[in-house]
């Protein structure tokens, strides 16, 4: 029965607010329009915008569709761009739980009483989201932690709502071809996987260690260390962090910090973890961000909060570093191959009719001022232009254009005069570089000699094998395939010595050289 109480509860919600003119069309949409001024007597939605009635009913709906609009507003490769700009201003305004009840979730986590946990325990919140809530606390040794624990009941109820968001996402598809053309099953179960992904905190605590060990030689962010012996899927303690909410400004410049290093030192931070490590940080709003003003880590940033991370394969940094160099080249020819070449475009796709679509989306951006270029518009462009050529965007890059665009906006928010687009261009040229110069070759070289060592001297006997054991008809491609292992070997094997030959040649001339230099008495 609550299922059904629930249910209704949407709908009416929905109505309420004119959310039927956003998912339904045509004579249904008519009848359903006129049960929704019955029931909201007659309200006009005209006057107000249709990504605000959204925000508004999902705010009035409570925590996990407020957490579903946030996913939701990630996905402008789907959804409008006005719905996206509002939806992303949805804020996480819970009140907290109980203190006596926070502690007896933290005692069950741990095993522990919260006496024998802590030295000292602040039953006070200092943060209270949807899903979980954060306590500071010290350790017996004296050392300052943060303690993270899920809120009570949140399995079932999320369970529950996504039940229902389920059954919403059938309905939309069966009533509407708009509705369909918005995937919103797939949207659905999308959020269904983050979000129990989010309910598991030794998931997070996991990203924060890989992001902490990842980001140790780089001087400009702190990130917390977990207690492990102390985390579990409901309760997490980490090393607690002080700092200044990166939006606080004019706070940050009265202390000291370089305003305009802080916003080159985000996009530097930011391109590090995508094409160094393929492991970002993806939820980096200002809510998530601090600022160190301690004297050993003066004008750092203080990452928090990392249930959402992006995680990219050496092909998808690849696709996109020569997708960003081409693009500053204005080389869009270079840009639509880049897409028949990842597998993304049909085979039959003309490669200049996507040239075309592509130049006239994004030759625009070139006429504005340096400043004023976007990276995120012109990869959110990228994707829409790819969807016109049936072109399904990957989730990881979605998630990397969301955060693209909020590092962009907080730089810019730091500083006006933030070129982004000439801070990007030499990370890029040089993480290229790199990739393909002998550097790259080399460390190739180096990771794939335990394979060649072992499999070169098994090749006459895995030859004799084969033959021996296949039909005739078998043979043509398991000799073409050895064939082609073969040549790729003997290429490496000819590098690796022409390699050899000329650093020997050289050192042979330059020990010449130097032999008629000291005769001649120079």
């Known amino acids: 029965?609550?299922?059904?109480?629930?249910?209704?509860?949407?709908?009416?919600?929905?109505?309420?607010?004119g959310i039927d003119d956003l998912a339904l069309s045509g004579f249904r949409q008519r009848r359903v329009r006129v049960l929704a001024r019955v029931i909201t007597l007659g309200r006009n939605f005209d006057a107000t915008p249709r990504g605000v009635r959204l925000r508004l009913a999902l705010e009035h709906l409570g925590p996990i569709f407020i957490k579903f609009g946030q996913v939701l507003s990630t996905r402008r490769d789907l959804i409008p761009l006005d719905i996206a700009e509002e939806l992303a201003k949805l804020q996480d305004r819970v009140p907290p739980f109980p203190a006596d009840e926070s502690k007896r979730l933290i005692e069950q986590g741990l095993g522990k009483k919260v006496e024998e946990l802590f030295g000292s325990f602040n039953p006070e919140p200092i943060a209270s989201a949807s899903i979980a809530q954060v306590h500071f606390a010290t350790l017996k040794d004296g050392r300052e932690v943060a303690v993270k624990v899920l809120r009570p009941g949140m399995l079932d109820i999320i369970d529950d709502d996504l039940a229902l968001l389920h059954t919403l996402a059938r309905w939309v598809e069966r009533l509407s071809a708009d509705g369909r053309r918005l995937r919103p099953r797939e949207v659905v179960a999308e959020f269904d996987t983050y979000l129990h992904d989010e309910l598991d905190l030794v998931r997070e605590a996991a990203n924060a260690a890989q992001l902490r060990r990842n980001m140790a030689d780089l001087p400009l962010i702190i990130v917390p260390e977990m207690h492990w012996d102390m985390c579990t899927q409901s309760v997490i303690v980490m090393e607690r962090m002080k700092g200044v909410p990166i939006s606080q400004a004019d706070k940050l410049r009265e202390a000291g910090v370089d305003i305009k290093k802080l916003a080159r030192d985000g996009v530097t931070i930011f391109f590090t973890q995508v094409f160094r490590d393929g492991f970002f940080h993806a939820d980096m709003h200002p809510g998530n961000i601090q600022v160190s003003l301690d004297r050993a880590t003066?004008?750092?940033?203080?990452?928090?909060?990392?249930g959402i991370v992006g995680t990219l394969t050496e092909v998808d940094k690849e696709y996109l570093a020569q997708n960003f160099i081409a693009f500053f080249r204005r080389d869009y020819k270079r840009v639509a191959e880049l897409h028949v070449e990842s597998g993304w475009v049909p085979a039959g796709t003309r490669i200049e009719q996507l040239e075309q679509a592509i130049r006239s989306t994004c030759e625009p951006q070139f006429e504005r001022p340096l400043k004023d270029i976007s990276l995120g518009q012109i990869l959110l462009r990228l994707f829409q232009t790819s969807r016109r050529f049936n072109v399904e965007v990957q989730p990881q890059l979605v998630l990397l254009q969301k955060t693209l665009l909020n590092i962009?906006?907080?730089?810019?928010?730091?500083?006006?005069?933030?070129?982004?687009?000439?801070?990007?261009?030499?990370?890029?040229?040089?993480?290229?570089?790199?990739?393909?110069?002998?550097?790259?070759?080399?460390?190739?070289?180096?990771?794939?000699?335990p394979l060649y060592a072992k499999l070169l001297p098994e090749l006459p006997r895995l030859l004799h094998h084969a033959l021996n054991t296949k039909t005739p008809a078998d043979h043509a491609p398991l000799l073409a395939a050895l064939l082609r292992e073969q040549r790729r070997t003997n290429r490496l094997i000819t590098a690796v010595l022409w390699a050899a030959g000329g650093f020997l040649l050289g050192a042979v001339v330059a020990r010449f050289v130097m032999q008629i230099w000291g005769h001649r008495g120079f």
């Open 1 to 17: 029965m609550r299922y059904v109480l629930r249910l209704i509860r949407i709908v009416f919600t929905f109505l309420r607010f």
């Open 298 to 306: 003066f004008g750092r940033y203080v990452a928090l909060d990392f």
């Open 408 to 449: 962009e906006g907080l730089g810019r928010e730091l500083d006006p005069d933030l070129d982004l687009w000439s801070t990007a261009k030499p990370f890029l040229e040089k993480w290229m570089h790199e990739q393909v110069g002998w550097q790259a070759f080399s460390r190739r070289l180096k990771d794939q000699a």
